[in-house]
């Protein structure tokens, strides 16, 4: 093993018969250079017979929502990886590169008018840390390259238009990576939980928005939903932090407070989402959120696997290379 840049797993080509594999198939993804030594790895893993990837199952089976049952979930699990924080955090230092370099190769393309883009949906209560993954995840890669929007109370011109109105005009462009903190899911997880419109109203959203999803994939986007879960106890702690530190007093707002009156009615609403809004063009992926590491680390993983599967290059150059380079002999 090299231990160098991240090696990603070959795509099967369609049709061969073999399943597409994900990077962090077990055997193709390769440690952080600092972990280079087998024993080392094996230390801070704490994982005697450890072959050859830290992740004992890819990323996208680990948190697929496929059966999931929100009210067993356990917050502080870390599925499908097999080490600790130490070596969570140095693979994400490693990863970030990774993600950055497809980043590039997906904006480059944009350029060249490639109209496939990726959305990254966040959804999570208050404190599940959406923020962080849009700081510490997106943050590694070119800012030119992302459209990030954040989806709050509706305006008074919002609530003037159907709910999906606010979720186009935000769309990435080909070539993007869009991140949505909070999203159209909104329309069926507290406005479901507060009655803000009745339930034959909000009961019809569910295709709806399937339907919505299957018409983005349709024009080249890779939706990519993540579902962020906090326990009560950790959200309590994480809400606690803000109070004690004034740096962090523009996060807290009282009304957090108050929802957590309402953290049953949320996880039904969550997993009425997860039944019927993970679909095989925009599936679910749910991540237990009690570990900041482990939460970043999957989400880069996630966008590291969805970046793959486009299966990009480098876009062909619009002029004769060899006529360029003579033209700048001599300089
Ligand atoms: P955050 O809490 O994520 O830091 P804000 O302070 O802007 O961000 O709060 C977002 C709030 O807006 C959340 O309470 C969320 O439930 C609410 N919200 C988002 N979309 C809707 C919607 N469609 N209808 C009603 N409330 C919404």
Partial sequence: MDGGAARVAPLAKAGQGRPVLAPTDPGTIAYPTRLKNPTHIRRIVGYCDMPKSPWSVPVTTALHADGVKVADLDTSATPGFRGGKKAGELLLEQRRTVLSELQEKLYANGRSGDPRNILLVLQGMDTAGKGGIVRHVIGSVDPQGVAAAAFGVPTEQERGHHYLWRIRKQLPRGGQI????????????????????????WGKRYDEINRFEGKLAESGTTVVKVAMFVSPDEQCKRLAQRLDRPDKYWKFNP??????????????AYQAVLDQTSTEH???????????????????ELLIDALTRLELDWPKAQFDVEEQRRRLNGC
């Fill in 255 to 268: 009304g957090d407070i108050d929802e957590r009156e309402f953290w049953p009615a949320y996880q039904q």
């Fill in 178 to 201: 869009g991140v949505f903190d909070r999203s159209h899911y909104e329309d069926v997880l507290v406005v479901r939980v507060h009655n803000l419109v009745p339930p034959e109203v």
């Fill in 282 to 300: 925009a599936p679910w992926y749910v991540i237990p959120a009690d570990r900041k590491w482990y939460s970043r680390l999957a989400v880069t």
